[in-house]
Every structure is written in C-alpha cells, then in structure tokens.
C-alpha cells in the first residue's frame, strides 16, 4: 500500500471539513447581517471560532502526518492517528456551534492527546 495513502486521505477529510466550516460562516454572516468581524454575535463568534480553530490545529497534524508517512511509519499506526484526529475536528465543531459541551470537550482531548502522540511517536523515530 503506498504510504502516502492516509495523508491522502487526511488532506481531502480535512479540507471538505475545514471548506464546511469557512461555508457556515458565511452563512450566518449573511443571515445575521453581519459584514466585518462578529458585530458582537454570539452565533457569529462561534462559526468563526469554529472555523479558526480547525485552521489552528490541522495544518500542523497534517505536517506531522506527511513526515511519518515519508518516515514510511507503518501504515495502521497513522491510519488510528488519521481516523481519531479526524473524528475529534468533528466533534470539536459539533460541540462548538451547538449547545454539545461534551462533544467540544471529547473533540479537544482527542486533538491534543493525537498531537502529543503523534509528535512524540516522530521523534522516537527520529532518535
């Protein structure tokens, strides 16, 4: 199996999330007629924070994710990094533009448990 295939499929997961979340705000931007910023709008403030934090945290995962691929890391092992993180960028978004507390929560602790795991498996490999 090319090694690459779970970056593949990372980058195409993501962006369809990340082009999700950048479509929502523009939806509540024009349903809340709100043209520069969050014009003090809670629903605003949350499609935007949304949004940002995935553009905060999966271009990093995806960095980390391309160099264990080129590290040819086995397969299944990026393949669990992949499927988790991914599922904890849903998550977080759920619980972010819902009332979903413990879906934000749950999402959060995946993210940053899968980046500490990831980066700590990429320089044992490096080592």
Same mark, same amino acid.
């Given at each position: 199996?090319? !090694?690459?295939?779970?970056?593949? $499929?990372?980058?195409?997961? !993501? ?8 479509? /929502? ?8 007629? +709100?043209?520069?910023?969050? @014009?003090? /709008?809670?629903? #605003? ?6 949004? &940002?934090? @995935?553009?905060? %945290? +999966?271009?990093? %995962?995806?960095? +980390?994710?391309?160099?264990?691929? #080129? !590290? ?9 990094? *992949?499927?988790?993180?991914?599922v &904890?960028r ?9 009332? $979903?507390?413990? $879906?934000?929560?749950m999402?959060?602790? =995946?993210? %940053?448990?899968?980046?500490? $795991?990831?980066? *700590?498996?990429?320089?044992?490999? =490096?080592?």
């Amino acid at each position: 199996m090319d !090694n690459f295939i779970w970056f593949y $499929a990372f980058v195409a997961f !993501n962006a369809a999330l990340l082009l999700l979340l950048a479509m /929502n705000v523009s939806r509540v931007r024009m349903r809340e007629r +709100v043209a520069h910023g969050d @014009g003090g /709008n809670i629903t #605003m403030k949350a499609a935007i924070r949304a949004h &940002g934090n @995935g553009i905060e %945290f +999966v271009p990093i %995962f995806g960095l +980390v994710i391309l160099a264990l691929c #080129m !590290n040819q890391t086995p397969n299944n092992w990026v393949a669990g990094l *992949v499927i988790a993180f991914s599922v &904890g960028r849903v998550l977080h978004a759920i619980g972010m533009l819902t009332t $979903a507390m413990q $879906a934000r929560r749950m999402g959060a602790g =995946l993210t %940053f448990s899968l980046m500490l $795991a990831a980066t *700590v498996l990429l320089i044992v490999e =490096l080592v």
